[in-house]
Structure formats: structure tokens, C-alpha cells
């Protein structure tokens, strides 16, 4: 495999520089003020209320262990291990997919949908919190629009 040669691009300036470091840093530090929010005042990790949301959101309430790890942005290993736990606790059962019998389902239960109703108030308050007081008085539509065609970069760019 030959190395692949990046193009001529000019170095970032002051501005740029800073933005692309602070990006970094909220990206590594928000996830653990969420996560430790949600397991202080919840007692749940962020990465199972993120589990339990997608599956109350989803059809059934069920999905595809791959597409709920994709949902959740985890890989398929982390995404057993969360499912693993849920399920020792009663919140999500995992089934065989009878379509086609290679697959597996995680389901939630009427536990885990409580458990993540209980949780939901904590998420929003830390939500708010930790991201929404942050932007008073930005344009939110122009902000998202940004942040997603960069977290949309990796349907289309190769990882």
C-alpha cells in the first residue's frame, strides 16, 4: 500500500487554528460532562440512555444490533457490551432477526422505557447546560447546518 499524498493547502490562521482546537476540545470533553451528569443524577452512562432513546424511537422499539451501533456511533463490540448490560438489568432483550437468522435485535422493554423516561429530565437539564446556554444569541439553523455537514463528512468521505 502506497502512502497517500495529501494535497498543497495552505497553513490555518490564527482564527482558524483556534476554532479547530477548541472543536477538539469540546469534542473530548463534552461527552464526559454529559456522561457524568447522567450517571450522578440519573445513575445511567450516556451511552445507554443514547441506546435506550434510539430504540424508543425506533419502530417496534427494536433495531438491528449493527444499526443501533451506527445510531449510537459505537462499534459493534461496544455496542454488545452496552446492550449486555441493559439487558442484565431488564431494559433491552436481545433476539435473534428471523429474517434472516444471522442477526441479532435489541428491543426495549417497559423497564428500559421508564428508565430512560427517569433519565430524560437529567439529560435535558444537563443538555441545556452544557451546550444551549453556551449559544444565546447565535444563529442555531446557521450553527447546525455547519456542524452537520461536518458530522455528514463520513457518509460520503472514506474513514
Known sequence: MHPVTAPPV??????EETLVRTLARVMTVLPKLLDHDLRERA???LTEYSTL?????????RMRMNELATACDLSLSGMTR???????EGAVVRTRCVEDGRGWLATLTPQGLRRLED????????????????????DLPTLTAALDRIGCAGDTDPL
Do not use: K
Open 10 to 15: 495552505g497553513p490555518l490562521n490564527a482564527d
Open 43 to 45: 445513575g445511567i452512562s
Open 53 to 61: 432513546m434510539h430504540l424508543s424511537e425506533a419502530p417496534d422499539q
Open 82 to 88: 452496552a446492550v449486555t448490560r441493559l439487558e442484565s
Open 119 to 138: 433519565a430524560y429530565p437529567t439529560h435535558l437539564w444537563s443538555t441545556r447546560r452544557r451546550i444551549i446556554e453556551h449559544f444565546a444569541g447565535f
